[in-house]
DNA sequence: CGGGGACTCTCGTATTATGAGACCATTCCC
DNA sequence: GGGAATGGTCTCATAATACGAGAGTCCCCG
């Protein structure tokens, strides 16, 4: 059983937590109530933090990000995490389906950057981590764009041109779209030789936890590798493990603090057996 | 006496040290040993933090800063940290001095930009957060100039021009340069009308815990409110200031775990570097 | 000048986090 | 294939940590 342990650590990121955040002000009253914790200890972790160079007290009421904390995240970000993170998975992937597989999100510009691929054996798409291709016409591109909100989705679209690049490209616009509003009600996308000829993908999306679609997960091949047939089976597999990494990056942990000792303050809190243990004998 | 306690934090913090840092590997052995914990200890924090979603382990021998932790430094920078911790700060020291502070950091293309100011009655100075101004003719400036590593500082130089805002401008690139050194010596700048006719400047730099320029501080006025004879106090004083900005932005603690409990382990390790300034004389 | 908000501190002790050591899973290398 | 090496996981009694309550300080605002 995951045993979430070191309490005051968990603690002392939901008092972060609301620091960044900075909603409804970040008073050390407002904070320890909205985090559930005494004024006391929630004293004691903001100092501690701020001893630690990690939280800066920059005046009544304000508390700050401090450089500790902005150091650890100088060299990180979210791109490498994810490369990092499904290395293994895409390794598995690649082994147990005989595909190559990839990661990818989208940039600021609607393109799709590839992160981490992990290729069969004769692998023929030449991807590179870092390297960007169009989006409209692969399944990793189809799944990114059909995650976009409404009006990005559609300002993408408005854009254009999209060439064809194969004899199967979705060149047009309002197919284009419908295809997106396709993959969004499946939950998958599926390129049939689109960009490349004799080269089709299956590829999902991967949420954070409040489902949005950050990344995505794809697994390609050529015709004979993929048959038709293999399709839906195959974005099932992908489904799983596109979850399993989203469980890694995003756990949904709920730790409780409040101790036994903490006075019973929610009124609306059942009393109903008092005392369940029982009085323990003292030693 | 400051009372760092709530030590996991601490731990934890460590822990995350070595991991953004990624020096000598980060599997769980190593990094137990160069924080001096125990490998259970070290287990229980990381799985901890993995719960949590601050951390991630991508692998045997690999863990990576977590989504969590990015999303806490995703909002906040340097910059406004400084802005904020330094505000009570210049108040204070536009009150007492009666001049105009100034706190401002050089940007990637050596121009200086001012974070925050406070003006005393009558400002005559139209900084605003956020201003741009060029740094060889101004106190905040040339001292972050003098600040640079001498390849840098030696680049800028090379680049110039350096045109006359008034007559007192230093134009001529030997002199830049012989007046940065000057302002490495003595520690402070002086912009003597440099930029404005009747407006004279104090700055001092801000450093970060491993005595790199980060930021500079000054206090400017016009020649009746600051006569020559008052420019070494007031460095002084901004020094002052300069130094308590300075700590509490990049605290230097020095929190030691170990337990009584410990085995004794290693007796070389003696990381306890006392505090080399002037100890005050604990009551 | 009194009230309130934000913060600080102390104290006894309930609760937490600890260290040792045994154990498991992979990988590497003869 | 065996066996060491590396990296990680788990349990348990208990030492020691972090806890909550409440009282106190400081400062601003009216």
């Not at 955040?21 to 005494?38: F, I």
Request: proline share 5%; net charge positive.
């Amino acid at each position: 059983m995951a045993t979430p342990e070191i309490k005051s650590v968990g603690k002392a990121f939901a008092l972060l937590d609301c620091i960044a955040s900075g909603e409804g002000g970040v008073s050390l009253p407002s904070m320890a109530k909205r985090c559930d914790l005494t004024m006391a200890t929630a004293h004691r972790l903001l100092t501690t933090m701020e001893a630690l160079g990690v939280v800066v007290h920059t005046g009544p009421g304000e508390y700050a990000i401090g450089t500790r904390l902005l150091g650890l995240c100088r060299e990180a970000s979210f791109e490498s995490l994810l490369a990092s993170a499904a290395a293994p998975i895409l390794s598995r992937l690649s082994r147990t389906t005989r595909t190559t597989s990839h990661i990818g999100v989208l940039d600021s510009e609607f393109m799709v950057t590839y992160l981490a691929r992990c290729a069969s054996a004769h692998a023929k798409i030449p991807t590179l981590p870092g390297n960007k291709l169009e989006a409209y016409c692969s399944g990793l591109g189809k799944v990114l764009l059909a995650g976009l909100s409404m009006p990005r989705r559609e300002s993408y679209l408005a854009e254009g041109p999209f060439p064809a690049l194969t004899s199967r490209t979705i060149i047009a616009q309002e197919d284009l779209a419908r295809e997106l509003s396709a993959v969004c009600r499946r939950g998958f996308a599926f390129d049939d030789c689109e960009m490349f000829e004799d080269l089709r993908c299956v590829a999902v999306p991967i949420h954070d936890q409040s489902g949005r679609v950050v990344a995505a997960l794809s697994a390609s091949g050529s015709c004979r590798e993929m048959p038709k047939s293999r399709v839906s089976s195959l974005a099932e597999e992908l489904t799983r493990q596109a979850e399993t990494i989203s469980g890694k990056l995003f756990p949904r942990t709920a730790i409780n603090f409040r101790t036994s000792r903490t006075k019973q303050r929610s009124a609306h809190d059942k009393p109903t057996h008092q005392d369940d243990r029982s009085g323990s004998p003292a030693p």
